[in-house]
């Protein structure tokens, strides 16, 4: 007697269990995700034994902070790159910008910027302590900034720019946190990690840190390098202009990537402005004595 038995479907090639390889690269992202948290805790580490006589702590925590840029930068391209892209990474990534490039900086200018102001320098040590209290505010504003510019890019779906130009992954809606973070490590590692002991100084820099956290929450835009495609051809004079760049920064790293920055925060403002005088130039013309008398 033939029993018939039931015939076992074949496994579609999408039902195979990923190859070990592919689950391997999931760890590549996460290397340089777990660097930038280790240079943002490295970053934290450096700015609490900073004095004014130990200025290199402050120089290596801003060291630090730009490594993590490159790391945070990296990170991102190769998820994409390799397809390894995850909720998981993504989340992780997230959580470690709001240490590295918010936590770390905002720590960092405030100690740097006005911890160590001698009360000498200012008409009493009341308007000292003053000067030390409004620091700290705007260190929170810079902290609080970051963290909602963060909560605002994960959950918008193609946000477009009240400037000009078309919405997608060509610009960003407001500076992104690892550049404003840029922009306090390079402004440190500029001046050598001397702290100030100026107030003229210190007040200069209130500023710079307020505006980098408004740029951070604006809606202004920013351009976010991300349409050059590293897997397709590059023509050969940006191989060479990557190379003198690269050859700029690790000879003169101090102008350069305090150019660099303050540049990139710039751009925002330009295209801003450039956007106010093109609103202004295309107003429609004012209506003529017969639509005039035709309106209710």
């Known amino acids: 007697m033939q029993l018939d038995l039931p015939e076992i479907p074949k496994r579609r090639r999408e039902d195979h269990h990923p190859k070990r390889l592919r689950k391997g690269m999931y760890i590549l992202p996460s290397l340089f995700t777990t660097g930038n948290i280790f240079a943002g805790c490295y970053a934290i580490v450096q700015v609490t034994l900073g004095t004014l006589s130990r200025p290199w702590h402050f120089d290596h925590a801003a060291i630090a902070i730009g490594f993590a840029v490159l790391f945070d930068g990296l990170d991102g391209r190769i998820a994409r790159m390799t397809h ?162 690269f050859a700029a920064v690790w000879f003169f790293s101090r102008p350069v990537l305090f150019v660099l920055a303050l540049t990139y925060m710039a751009s925002g403002v330009l295209w801003r402005l450039l956007w106010i005088f093109k609103r202004k130039g295309n107003r429609p013309p004012p209506p003529t004595y017969k639509e005039a008398a035709q309106t209710p």
């Open 84 to 245: 390894t892209s995850s909720d998981f990474g993504r989340e992780l990534d997230s959580l470690a910008d709001v240490i590295t490039f918010g936590v770390a900086p905002a720590l960092l200018a405030w100690v740097w910027g006005f911890r160590e102001l001698p009360s000498g320098m200012l008409s009493s040590p009341e308007m000292a302590s003053r000067m030390g209290q409004f620091g700290a505010i705007a260190s929170f504003l810079f902290l609080i900034a970051g963290a909602s510019r963060l909560a605002r890019f994960n959950i918008s779906v193609n946000p477009q720019p009240i400037n000009p130009g078309r919405p997608g992954k060509k610009y960003f809606v407001g500076m992104p946190i690892p550049a404003g973070a840029g922009v306090i490590a390079a402004v440190v590692h500029f001046a050598g990690g001397d702290p100030l002991v100026w107030w003229g100084s210190a007040v200069t820099w209130m500023f710079i840190v307020v505006a980098t956290a408004y740029f951070m929450v604006s809606t202004w835009r920013f351009y976010s390098f991300k349409d050059i495609d590293l897997r397709t051809r590059q023509p050969f004079r940006l191989i060479v202009l990557l190379g003198l760049l």
